[in-house]
């Protein structure tokens, strides 16, 4: 009862005319960029960081919270209407949502999708406002090598979930790790890999480091890959659901809603597994024959399970202070720039914040909903603008987000050089998500880490000295030693699919 009380009055705070409209422009632009192709709500939410430094915290994550949504759900649309996933969640949506399209229902696709991520995003936001609190107070009692080894899980886990390359998952991994010891040795005030240079001595800027690897690297790979004819759009007409359609997605809907919210809400991080397993389940459920063809509940309940997740990503940012997911990433770097420290006790030193937070994402949930029904049209068209306009727009804001962080002409250069870095690991196939966790838990793993050896006398054995870390250390070796069993598992069922569906994934890949 006191959770929903505190929701209630988060409610009561995020009900402003002024909060309104900033969730209302988070949902609208966060649909736009998710839109677009190779546009993500973290590089939005990255180019946004230094122009919502002016705002008051609270605000500023109330168009976080709208972005995230709409821009969860704009990757749908691009999944549906052109095949083209703008991450890996939407392939499933993908599969299905395409080939409605293609016989003429990709009204129905685009508004099942809608009703399920406002469904999930309602239920995952509830459920995070009740188990947040309660995880959190069992984060306190955590100590250092507890911390330590959650944090090696959530790296591990999203790491080996990411590509299909576990060797690349790590050379990601440890690139971001070593770009986060850049700058003063936080015990011996040494300097660690600045090479000289002055500016590096304060630790890289995560700001300019996000706006580089998303921004700069997919505009820089877009100009390499650049086609001048337009992509061919599939014409949209008026969403709306049949009596036989809502009857075929509500269960999709909660099913993927049951697979989404625990693999957000544990340190795991990713929605794939989730919207996989709820696409499997669906087909198997299926007592039709159109999978393959143009199956609703390929879209519901893949779409379901991808915004549950999204819901429950909050629930380790908020309690525990671990990121995990790119857009987790840059919005803990929000909080650390407004002198906000996430962890356990954020849920008590800010309680207004975060309630506020949680109940703008059902504000924000709702306005998606209302308005993106009516405005699918509209986001088809913008498919339609021209990628050099697009990207050099992109680019200008960039560089201008870079600079404004510090004022330094310094920070462009940086910005450049993280840009052609995100352009070699998207030319090498390198995942960027564990690249940007490296960079932001790396110094938190280290602390802990050092904190934990400094209490045992520099023995190691510390680490496994609470009963929650030798769980999760035997976990993260379940779960490697487990992988190989997943692939065979994923392999039969690709080799179980239509001969058309196995070439629309190789499609899906090459894009």
């Not at 009561?12 to 190779?38: C, D, I, R």
């Not at 949930?365 to 727009?393: F, K, M, S």
């Not at 070796?477 to 179980?496: V, Y």
Request: with cysteine; aromatic share 8%; proline share 6%.
């Amino acid at each position: 009862m006191d959770n929903f009380q505190l929701l209630m009055g988060g409610l009561e705070s995020a009900l402003t005319p002024m909060n309104l409209l900033y969730a209302a422009l988070g949902v609208l632009l966060g649909t736009f960029v998710g839109v677009l192709p190779g546009i993500g709500p973290a590089m939005a939410i990255a180019l946004l960081l230094p122009v919502t430094y002016r705002l008051e915290p609270t605000s500023a994550f109330i168009m976080f919270a709208g972005l995230y949504y709409g821009g969860m759900y704009g990757g749908s649309t691009t999944s549906i209407l052109l095949n083209t996933p703008g991450e890996s969640a939407s392939v499933m949506t993908a599969l299905e949502g395409n080939r409605m399209a293609r016989a003429g229902r990709g009204a129905q696709a685009l508004a099942t999708a809608a009703v399920g991520s406002f469904i999930a995003g309602t239920i995952g936001t509830i459920l995070v406002a009740f188990f947040s609190p309660a995880l959190a107070d069992v984060a306190v009692e955590l100590g250092a090598p507890s911390y330590f080894a959650l944090m090696v899980l959530a790296l591990v886990m999203t790491t080996t979930v990411l590509g299909t390359s576990a060797l690349r998952g790590f050379a990601a991994l440890f690139l971001g790790l070593s770009i986060g010891l850049v700058g003063l040795d936080l015990n011996t005030g040494q300097p660690r890999l600045t090479f000289g240079v002055t500016q590096l001595v304060d630790r890289l800027d995560i700001v300019v480091v996000a706006v580089g690897i998303f921004a700069l690297g997919e505009a820089l790979w877009v100009a390499a890959h650049l086609r001048r004819k337009p992509a061919h759009v599939i014409p949209v007409g008026r969403p709306w659901l049949s009596r036989d359609d809502w009857g075929r997605s509500w269960k999709p809907w909660l099913r993927g809603t049951a697979f989404g919210f625990p693999f957000g809400a544990l340190p795991a991080g990713g929605a794939e597994i989730p919207t996989f397993l709820s696409y499997l389940t669906e087909r198997k459920l299926s007592k039709r024959d159109d999978f393959g063809r143009g199956a609703i509940e390929g879209v519901a309940g893949p779409e379901a399970a991808n915004n549950a997740s999204a819901a429950g990503m909050f629930v380790p940012m908020l309690a525990l202070g671990l990121p995990v997911t790119a857009t987790a990433a840059v919005m803990l770097s929000a909080l650390q720039g407004y002198g906000i420290t996430p962890g356990p006790q954020l849920m008590t030193d800010h309680a207004d914040l975060v309630w506020t937070l949680l109940a703008s994402l059902l504000i924000g949930n709702t306005l998606l909903l209302v308005l993106n029904l009516p405005l699918a049209p509209l986001w088809a068209r913008l498919l339609r603008i021209p990628r050099p306009q697009l990207y050099a727009g992109i680019l200008f804001f960039a560089c201008l987000g870079a600079y404004a962080t510090n004022m330094d002409p310094f920070d462009i250069g940086l910005l450049v050089a993280f840009g052609l870095l995100g352009l070699m690991m998207r030319r090498f196939g390198l995942p960027v998500l564990p690249l940007i966790l490296g960079v932001i838990l790396g110094p938190l793993m280290e602390t802990k880490l050092r904190e934990a050896l400094t209490i045992s006398g520099g023995d190691y054995t510390a680490l496994l000295s609470e009963p929650l870390a030798v769980v999760i250390y035997v976990l993260i070796a379940l779960f490697i030693l487990g992988r190989p069993f997943i692939a065979r598992l994923r392999a039969r069922a690709e080799q179980s699919a239509d001969p058309d569906e196995l070439e629309d994934e190789k499609e899906l890949a090459q894009s």
